[in-house]
Nanobody
Framework: QVQLVESGGGLVQPGGSLRLSCTAS????????MGWYRQAPGKQRELVATIESGGSTNYADSVKGRFTISRDNAKNTVYLQMNSLKPEDTAVYYCNGKFRSREYWGQGTQVTVSS
């Protein structure tokens, strides 16, 4: 059974930081492209960042320079370090894993940026 379990969401003031974690089980983690997506109320789910098995990364323009995605294959975990958070970053953040035709999602973790 495949599981992606996110943690680390919460309420933070504008300009603050959070680190999200996603731990996977039931997959060969090291071969998967891992990613973070987010969905704000009334909006479509959008890509935040991805990291390939070799470590190459890709970011949405809206988060470049503020967010950093990383992975620890020994721990089957992908991270999203979020700095300089803005109210428009408020959303449910989802972990995603892809390998060829296989794709899995976590249950999501809420991030709220508000004063």
């Amino acid at each position: 059974q495949v599981q992606l379990v996110e943690s680390g969401g919460g309420l933070v003031q504008p300009g603050g930081s959070l680190r999200l974690s996603c731990t996977a089980s039931g997959i060969i983690f090291g071969i998967y492209v891992m990613g973070w997506y987010r969905q704000a109320p009334g909006k479509q789910r959008e890509l935040v960042a991805t990291i390939e098995s070799g470590g190459s990364t890709n970011y949405a323009d809206s988060v470049k320079g503020r967010f950093t995605i990383s992975r620890d294959n020994a721990k089957n975990t992908v991270y999203l370090q979020m700095n300089s958070l803005k109210p428009e970053d408020t959303a449910v953040y989802y972990c995603n894993g892809k390998f060829r035709s296989r794709e899995y999602w976590g249950q999501g973790t809420q991030v709220t940026v508000s004063s």
